[in-house]
């Protein structure tokens, strides 16, 4: 398996639970790695056999700014599952969104959230 990531695409957004966020918006940093085989990718040189890291940026960007969400989870969410479409190829998607001076009544760089899927993860809910 190999991995193809963006990391740290910053965006100025709305999202947020409070009006006071929604309204001011602030900055988010998300990282995203997209596990697969690229190995026919990189013998042939050929942007067909692998994932393009350009369009897993237009996801991010598309989520980011074309709809409103109160929680970063939900913004992982979306974005690993559009991401996840992209190709059938894909592993393991791991999306991660960080939001900037988060609204916690105290001094923090940043909250998390990870959202991860694989695979084994799709294959063992569809059994179910």
């Known amino acids: 398996m190999h991995t ?4 740290n695409a910053v965006f100025f957004a709305h999202h947020g639970v409070s009006s006071e966020e929604q309204q001011i918006g ?5 990282d995203v790695s997209v596990n697969f085989s690229f190995e026919a990718a990189a ?8 994932v393009n890291y350009e369009h897993v940026y237009s996801i991010v960007d ?9 929680l970063i989870e939900r913004l992982a969410y979306v974005i690993a599952n559009q ?7 894909i592993e393991y ?11 916690v009544g105290g001094a ?17 809910q569809s059994d179910h």
């Open 62 to 70: 598309r989520v980011f700014t074309g709809t409103r969400f109160r």
């Open 108 to 124: 923090v760089d940043c909250a998390e959230v990870i959202y991860r899927k694989s695979a084994h993860d799709s294959k063992t």
């Open 26 to 30: 602030g900055r988010y940093e998300v």
């Open 4 to 7: 193809i990531r963006l990391i």
């Open 43 to 50: 013998k042939e040189d050929a942007l067909d056999q692998t």
């Open 83 to 89: 991401v996840w479409e992209l190709s059938a190829r």
């Open 93 to 103: 998607v791991e999306v991660a969104v960080r939001k900037r001076n988060p609204p």
